[in-house]
């Protein structure tokens, strides 16, 4: 018994290729198979609706040695009794078989089908109203998406992210940007081959080069729009999350010039500067002199800046931050504390029973 190209029916075929085999399309009804294997009688029951497997069990000498009832829960005869499986969404336990699921995706409807092994997404495919396939996603890096009529719609490169989908819906049944696994490089091609969605991630930030799909193409599919106007294919460089200048994306880190990225005025700039220039503690000293030094903190005044550096580490990144003091500061504890505004309207040191 097996699932068929063609949606909706199932078939059942046996017998070997001797002429004398039987093959039979079913949309709905119950099939059973009764013999024997030379020493033990058996008999599989299945169960179709809709052309659909729903229930399939194993009888052997008159008792249910296996049985899934797809969707629902699945139950062995074992030597310690029977143990069953019940299929709790979000259980991760169990979840054999396939289901199907009535969608419209990008605005046309069809049967959405879903394999599943131990819980987990393995395979899913969908097919349009007409029988145009849509897609069938099997955990291949390249999926192609296709129009009712057959044309291609995208082109996608990379990871689906198939976790969490105990619901048997597509997907694509989501946001672009939420397609794809975070662990590796994507793109999303149109049907001239263009790229008009591609980017990583690193540490769940955004990193590298980044094509952004366009507000037009995000309202097409029902989404959000990001806030990056509407210009597919413009590029967009990114460095922990932040977003850099081409120019300095491009520039090689041993011709950036500390002193200079330290004159930057947006903080995030800086700190994404800074580390794309691999700029730590001792580069930082060889720039200025050392004033003080507080565990992770630095205070450092370098040369040609009106104001002291105080390098500090955020608890919970660990990313290291680096802030513009006052150049008469003189201990790096006074210093982060002036970024609280102790002295400036703020009375008495701020004290933190926890850091995160």
């Keep these: 018994m097996y699932e068929t190209p063609f949606p909706n029916y199932a078939t059942v075929s046996n017998g070997r ?30 169960e179709i609706v809709d052309g659909e497997i729903v229930d399939n069990r194993l009888v052997v000498h008159g008792k249910v040695i296996h049985r899934v009832c797809y969707g629902k829960f699945e139950t062995t005869h074992t030597d310690h009794g029977r143990a069953t499986t019940r299929f709790r969404k979000g259980s991760g336990k169990g979840l054999h078989g396939k289901s199907r699921q009535r969608l419209i995706l990008f605005s046309n ?16 495919k969908m097919h349009f109203d007409n029988g145009v396939m849509a897609y069938d996603w099997s955990g291949h890096k390249t999926v192609d998406i296709r129009r009712p009529d057959g044309s ?19 997907v ?15 793109s999303v091609e149109n049907a001239a081959g263009q790229v008009i969605y591609a980017g990583q991630h690193e540490n769940g930030q955004r990193v590298g080069r980044w094509v952004l799909p366009s507000s037009s193409l995000m309202d097409v599919l029902g989404h959000r729009a990001d806030d990056h106007g509407d210009r597919p294919g ?25 002193v200079k990225l330290l004159k930057i005025a947006n903080a995030q700039l800086r700190m994404a500067m800074l580390a794309k220039a691999k700029f730590d503690g001792e ?16 205070l450092i005044d370098v040369p040609g800046l ?20 006052p150049h008469d500061s003189v201990q790096c504890e006074q210093a982060r504390q002036w ?4 002295g400036a309207g703020v009375q008495g040191a701020i004290k933190f029973a926890v850091e995160t």
């Design 17 to 46: 290729s001797n002429g004398r085999s039987s093959h039979q399309v079913l949309k709905a009804g119950r099939v059973t198979i009764a013999g024997t294997d030379g020493t033990t009688q058996f008999r599989r029951i299945l």
């Design 109 to 124: 409807p069809g049967w959405c089908h879903s394999w599943y092994k131990q819980g987990r997404l393995v395979r899913q």
């Design 152 to 170: 291609l719609e995208f082109r996608l490169h990379g990871e689906i992210d198939a976790s969490k989908q105990w619901n048997s819906r597509s």
């Design 172 to 186: 694509f049944d989501r946001e672009m940007p939420d397609w794809f696994k975070r662990s590796a490089p994507f």
């Design 234 to 258: 413009e590029e967009h460089f990114y460095e922990r999350g932040v977003a850099i200048p081409k120019a300095l994306f491009e520039t090689p880190r041993d011709k950036l010039d500390p």
């Design 283 to 298: 580069r930082l000293a060889q720039c200025g002199v050392e004033v003080h030094r507080q565990g992770a903190m630095r």
């Design 306 to 325: 009106d104001t002291r550096i105080l390098r500090v580490q955020c608890p919970s990144t660990k990313s290291f931050y680096y802030i513009h003091v």
């Design 339 to 342: 970024t609280f505004h102790v």
